[in-house]
């Protein structure tokens, strides 16, 4: 592949593009265009933005991630979670419905294109790894529940408010008295109708003779229905009148040339914030566009993913949207429905665009309710405490990660618990290898090999002491060694030597070696010689680049058999 | 040992105090009680403090340390790098010289020691490890040079200030019209004398007859002398009237009781400086206990170190101190003075004790430039740039770790040095760690022996791809393999059986596990199958507690060998 092509994906799909392409990229973007109407509307809602701004985030974004991008199928735009942390970004900074909300959701589309495209020259995809599967998967159920939780004021027609689960259910205990009936039976409704789209819909078609994946698309677009059926009904029987809330006047027209808001008081308030959406985002995306990949032995490189994601953000900055993703439902739609090229998505810009020119005055009835309802059946999909079982039946650090990711997001909010859950498994791995574990060896009668004394039956010889380190040595287990010998030589008087077999050693770096020195040191102060043995061909190349092979007072043997023959028939 | 003896090490040590013991003891203290006097009132000069400070702060808490400490030898009290790091904590909460000033000192100290003491309990020594070796040298040379800086101006006589090389460099200079003559000249006469006796003194003593060990205790004197000396002189020849600036009148009697500042505001700024001189006071302390400590083959029990380093500096706090921790200097002294439990400690505290009683008067005339003198050459031996060389030929990971710590700790001051040194050195491990070495391994013809295909002379099958992975697996790494094994399967149509043999991996967490499965499944959709070899009994142990082994397509085998023979002849 050239060198350009890696950075222009399109230069490589482009050349073998044909008829029977396009035609399966057509069908795809039609389908997905469809489906993603409604969608973009009811994220907009969610992230506290007027409903256009979710349609616009849509168009210029999936554009950008075409020429960009590298996966074959993925569909950017507005996706629940980072709808739901833009909200609460933006929530800190800004006056939800104000023009400052809007002009901040896009300097924080600005400043998370622009860390996504960093990392992504910088080739620093690797930095997402730190987001933990468990972690991920508590904060992703924890903000399905919030998701779901702020969706419930439109339903009950109440104003209620709050950021984190106590105070969301606080504000809406308080507005209980205020519930307006209309509206709570159309998103009742609404949200039955689309439940049992999601279950029973497919089944019903399928009866009724279609293929499975016609079924499976044709239900895709259940929400379709809902909207048009509830806008229809609102329209007929004058609801907006008598209080139900509606989308209301959608500009009509192409996304407008916006300028994003640059006072450093907002860039700085908003820094880990988009942090965090940029990681969070980026982790979501990968792994759909990864799984859709594999189905056809394709080929996803996350740097170049960072820098399709870093354009596509910074597209929705500048054109009226906000934060954008990979999502998944629209990916697997476009993927089911056929789409083979980037040029899928780009269709479907073009058919949002023509949503966004055409349909929006269709939608001035349509109940908020109702995207409520929307976002409601979508999330709660994504709410599965299973991931806390799975998680305490294999690992206790693990599942410490979870609760507290999943504790804090409810109770403190999406970015308190992402960040805690992050420095939480950091913390619980480096105290795991922080702790090694250390053996004391001996020889096992009649073979050459090694083993834990406490596990077997071994030789041993008072005079000679051999520990086997099962872990790297680095600074943060460094001092645990020098402890544990220190301990294991107090009072010991017979001891003439010491033996560390490095067998598991993969690395010595500099705190350990200056430590091995210390430990050399200190032997020899009470008479003991310091052994090593089995040290691996790299471990021993950087040891002869420092002064502890000519300091140590021992030798180090090639085998841990020839340090027991040496040693103990010395005596 | 009995459960109680471990909280209260004299219950253990006590049981077989007698006189030898106790002469031994005594002549140690007397030594270091000279020895502490100059020490103690330059280190609180360098706190900013006045000079009592530095007396009470060796009283109350060696007393403390005795009880509590598990160190034979180590001498608790002000020591330099602490002392700076004090003055720039409290130095950003109130003005020097003030009451306020004092009082944060105090509650620096109470922060500080409650730290220690609660890590102590929850047996969280470990935390220091953090604190790599080449990050602590790094620290240590540009804490010297800041500290040796920062006096400077005592020795000019002129009234410069800053936290930072560059701010003190500038200051100064703005001050160089005003050099006071009289204070230059004594300055520069003390620190001349200082460095003979440190240099000079020994040998020469040696050369008239004394034994090497009391030569070198006596060297350790000669700060005394020239304290003597200068204060007789400003005495006699009226400098002070003249300009010099002396110590003046310190108030005669034993530590008062004192009540730190525990206003919320000063808690929360303190917080973080407190945390850093925790951990790096009992890094210092526990190195040189420890040195000390091996020397008899004794024990070191780090977290019962911290609870005596943690009532040490809730001590200091009650009575007029400032923080604490053992220090290098004087636990050496003690140590060769003799000293062979910690009540020679307790016997210092009641020198110390009688000269706050009694001496203080004498030292009215000490010129401050003399204090200064004596801080400036014990910590140029602090000075090792060394350790940029050495780290550099051994590892440019450590290399950049303590470059950014001296750089940072120089530019802007103690705790932005140290924070980044230990915030960088953790990256640069996790990063190693995230991107481990994989090989593609063949058949070394004629063996039951896999090797690198890259560097040896293997065996292959177009078939089967075996991949050994050179570190455990853990979230940081694990979507690293997947895409790994996504990039090297694309393309290859040959392919039917994947095998990652684990005989390096020690550990498999949640996310490891996670990534397995997606692996696994993504091997599926493509029609290749997955198999593990040489998988260790602990990782099998948790393997079995999951559904993998029941989701895996291919099979566990017990030895790489028997893989190559069921995978290639199944063909």
């Known amino acids: 592949m050239p060198r350009i092509a890696r950075y222009l994906p399109p230069l490589d799909w482009g050349r073998s593009y044909g008829r029977t392409t396009l035609t399966n990229d057509l069908v795809a973007a039609v389908i997905v265009t469809i489906m993603l109407i409604p969608q973009s509307l009811a994220y907009a809602l969610l992230a506290g933005l007027p409903a256009q701004a979710g349609i616009y985030a849509s168009i210029v974004p999936i554009m950008l991630y075409a020429l960009f991008g590298t996966s074959r199928a993925l569909a950017v735009g507005p996706v629940a ?59 992703i159920t924890a903000s399905g529940l919030l998701i779901a939780t702020s969706q419930l004021k439109h339903i009950l027609g109440v104003p209620a408010g709050g950021h984190t689960l106590v105070e969301m259910l606080r504000s809406l205990a308080a507005h209980l008295g205020d519930v307006h009936l209309a509206t709570l039976v159309i998103g009742t409704l609404a949200a039955a109708f689309l439940f049992w789209v999601r279950k029973g819909l497919k089944p019903l078609l399928m009866r009724m003779g279609l293929a499975p994946r016609a079924a499976d698309i044709l239900a895709k677009a259940g929400p379709v229905v809902a909207v048009a059926l509830s806008t229809a009904a609102v329209w007929l029987m004058g609801l907006d009148a008598r209080g139900v809330a509606i989308v209301g006047a959608v500009p009509q027209g192409l996304p407008p040339l916006t300028m994003p808001d640059l006072s450093p008081d907002l860039l700085g308030a908003l820094l880990v914030p988009a942090l965090l959406i940029s990681v969070i985002g980026f982790v979501e995306s990968v792994s759909v566009a990864q799984t859709l990949a594999a189905k056809k032995r394709q080929r996803i490189d996350p740097d170049q993913e960072l820098i399709g994601l870093g354009a596509a953000n910074l597209g929705a900055a500048f054109t009226g949207g906000y934060p954008v993703t990979g999502g998944f439902a629209r990916s697997v739609v476009n993927f089911d429905a056929g789409a083979e090229t980037p040029a899928a998505g780009a269709f479907t810009a073009v058919g949002l665009a023509i949503a966004a020119l055409a349909l929006t005055p269709l939608i001035f009835f349509l109940p908020k309710a109702v995207l409520a309802a929307t976002i409601i059946v979508a999330v709660l999909t994504l709410v599965d405490f299973s991931i806390l079982r799975k998680s305490w039946g294999y690992s206790k650090a693990d599942f410490a990660a979870v609760l507290a990711t999943i504790l804090l997001t409810l109770g403190m909010g999406v970015e308190a618990g992402v960040s805690a859950g992050v420095l939480l498994s950091l913390a619980l791995h480096l105290y795991k290898t922080s702790h090694p574990h250390v053996a004391e060896v001996g020889l096992v009668p009649g073979t050459q090999h090694f083993r834990n004394i406490l596990r077997h039956e071994v030789k041993t010889d008072p005079t000679l002491l051999t520990l086997r380190v099962d872990q790297s040595l680095y600074f943060a287990n460094a001092r645990f060694l020098e402890d544990l010998i220190q301990n294991r030589i107090a009072g010991d008087c017979d001891l003439r030597h010491v033996v560390l077999m490095c067998s598991a050693v993969n690395e010595i770096d500099f705190s350990a070696l200056e430590s091995l020195e210390a430990i050399n040191e200190r032997l020899k102060t009470a008479g003991i010689t310091l052994h090593l043995s089995e040290v691996k061909g790299p471990v021993m190349d950087r040891l002869r680049r420092s002064h502890f092979l000519d300091d140590v007072t021992g030798q180090v043997f090639l085998s841990q058999y020839d340090a027991w023959r040496a040693l103990t028939s010395a005596r």
Chains 1, 2 share one sequence.
Not at 120 to 126: C, P, S, Y
């Open 81 to 139: 979670v980072v709808s739901l942390m833009t909200a609460a970004a933006i929530g800190q900074v800004a006056e939800t419905g104000s023009m400052g909300y809007a002009a901040a959701a896009l300097t924080l589309a600005l400043l998370s294109g622009a860390m996504l495209l960093g990392m992504g020259l910088l080739r620093l995809g690797f930095v997402a790894n730190f987001l933990s599967h468990p972690v991920i998967a508590g904060f």
